[in-house]
């Protein structure tokens, strides 16, 4: 096994729920236990909360 210092590191920003464009794609891919499921939460009611969707129309 390589000493962590000689690992790969990904570079990939990391999505800023806050500030994420709602119109569009966006990819959420990551490891178990890294939040995505927060993530998409956090996405689905900012769709709900400032595009004033319904929660029916969001899906």
């Known amino acids: 096994m ?3 210092s000689q690992l790969s590191t990904d570079h990939t920003p990391e999505l800023d729920i ?7 794609l966006n990819l959420v891919e ?6 995505k499921t927060w993530t998409i939460s956090g996405l ?3 769709l709900i909360l400032e595009l004033g969707l319904s929660p029916r129309r969001a899906q």
Not at 18 to 24: K, P, Q, S
Request: hydrophobic share 35%; no cysteine.
């Open 18 to 24: 806050y500030d994420a464009e709602l119109a569009g």
């Open 44 to 46: 689905y009611v900012r």
């Open 30 to 35: 990551a490891s178990a236990g890294t939040g």
């Open 2 to 4: 390589l000493p962590s």
